[in-house]
């Protein structure tokens, strides 16, 4: 099995925290897809034996597109690969961008699944992050998916943005628990580099949100969703049985997929690589069939220390017996040498040959997995 995720960089306007490849000249659109349907035509030959058993689109914004360019995506990897019959098929999209004849438009794709990147239900904060949309087009954009039979709707939400108390937190959940979907990724915000959030924080312009509060935030996510019958399956990702991201779960369990278009990644198990990360790079190598790409073997450790990150993330964990045959008894030696302390502790359990994060080592998962890995 193989998953595909393309990338859409192309956003009316660009959030305050952003620092993903994206785009505001949507003059460039068709002239994208052209190259997008060729790059995925192209390299058809890289996953002959597999099937695809999940679709993501995401972004920058992919609700920008019209109907004319899904269709072209679409018919560009149906004729290219071999589609499972119960293939997840996601759109990442903006609230803004999600009105009624939108949503009928996706309705007639192959969509079975919509990630709607809401952040929060607070207008004062929506309007900090420079989100195009308020709290009430958020409710609306959930509402029209459902009115037009989506079934597996997924709302990002943010916390630990500078000003946030733990009351307007605790809104936003309530808020979002009343829409009645299927999965919530909640993400602490980051201020990364080069980004218009980060030259705020610098200037001494925005103060970040105090660690204690920050941990009281998180606590107060999982307690909230976990009593609202959502299975905290990631460390960000929540789901009502049956709900889970086969996308994302893909990657956390290591199987093979395939990024098609500017600074998108790929893995086959031994490599990795990604496109290069401009516009106008990415349409003429693709073009002239010299597309730029970056390219890393992965060694045996760095999979070893791959494996125990995003496994440690899942609330499946790590399996033992897995740990011994990918990687030797040396490392699984080391690995239940430098786990012994967490066990002690509690902040990891073990069941038969599970090992997996506690309640309370979630909230220093980041320790733990750095202790756990090989320098």
Same mark, same amino acid.
Do not use: C
């Given at each position: 099995m193989a998953g595909i995720y393309i990338h859409i960089p192309f956003c009316k306007s660009r959030c305050i925290y952003c620092d993903f490849f994206t785009s505001t000249n949507e003059a460039e659109m068709d002239k994208y897809v052209q190259a997008l349907c060729k790059e995925i035509s192209d390299r058809k030959?890289?996953?002959t034996d597999d099937l695809i058993?999940?679709? !993501?689109?995401?972004g920058g914004t992919p609700s920008r597109l019209q109907h004319n360019h899904f269709e072209s995506i679409f018919n560009a990897i149906n004729k290219s690969y071999t589609i499972a019959t119960n293939v997840e098929v996601t759109i990442e999209s903006n609230p803004d961008?999600?009105?009624?004849?939108?949503?009928?438009?996706?309705?007639?794709l192959p969509f079975n699944r919509i990630s709607i990147g809401i952040q929060s239900f607070d207008d004062q904060e929506l309007n900090f992050l420079s989100r195009r949309h308020d709290a009430n087009r958020a409710k609306e954009a959930v509402k029209y998916c459902q009115e037009k039979g989506f079934d597996n709707i997924s709302i990002d939400l943010m916390y630990g943005l500078p000003k946030q108390t733990l009351a307007i937190w605790q809104e936003t959940l309530r808020q979002a628990l009343q829409l009645n979907i299927q999965?919530? /990724?909640? !993400?602490?915000?980051? !201020?990364?580099?080069?980004t218009r959030l980060y030259s705020l924080l610098q200037a001494g312009k925005v103060n970040?949100?105090?660690?204690? /509060? /920050?941990?009281?935030?998180?606590?107060?996510?999982?307690?909230?969703?976990?009593?609202?019958?959502?299975?905290? !399956?990631?460390?960000?990702?929540?789901?009502?049985?049956?709900?889970?991201?086969?996308?994302?779960?893909?990657?956390?369990?290591?199987?093979?997929?395939?990024g098609f278009g500017p600074s998108a990644h790929s893995f086959d198990g031994e490599h990795r690589w990604w496109n290069v990360s401009s516009m106008p790079k990415y349409i003429e190598g693709i073009n002239n069939s010299n597309l730029e790409i970056e390219k890393e073997d992965i060694d045996l450790t760095t999979k070893y220390n791959e494996y125990?990150?995003?496994?440690?993330?899942?609330?499946?964990?790590i399996d033992l017996d897995e740990l011994k045959m990918k990687f030797g008894e040396d490392l699984y030696d080391y690995f239940l040498l430098n786990a012994q302390r967490y066990f002690d502790l509690h902040y990891l359990k073990r069941e038969n040959s599970s090992v997996a994060l506690t309640h309370k080592g979630i909230f220093i998962s980041d320790g733990i997995m750095s202790d756990l890995m090989k320098v």
């Open positions: 030959d890289e996953v058993k999940t679709i !993501y689109i995401g961008d999600l009105s009624h004849d939108y949503v009928d438009m996706l309705r007639d999965h919530i /990724s909640a !993400y602490h915000l980051i !201020y990364e580099e080069k970040p949100v105090e660690e204690d /509060s /920050s941990l009281e935030m998180f606590e107060v996510l999982i307690q909230t969703l976990s009593d609202a019958g959502f299975m905290h !399956y990631e460390i960000s990702n929540f789901a009502k049985p049956g709900f889970i991201s086969q996308h994302n779960s893909s990657y956390w369990t290591g199987e093979k997929y395939l125990i990150i995003t496994g440690l993330r899942t609330m499946w964990g």
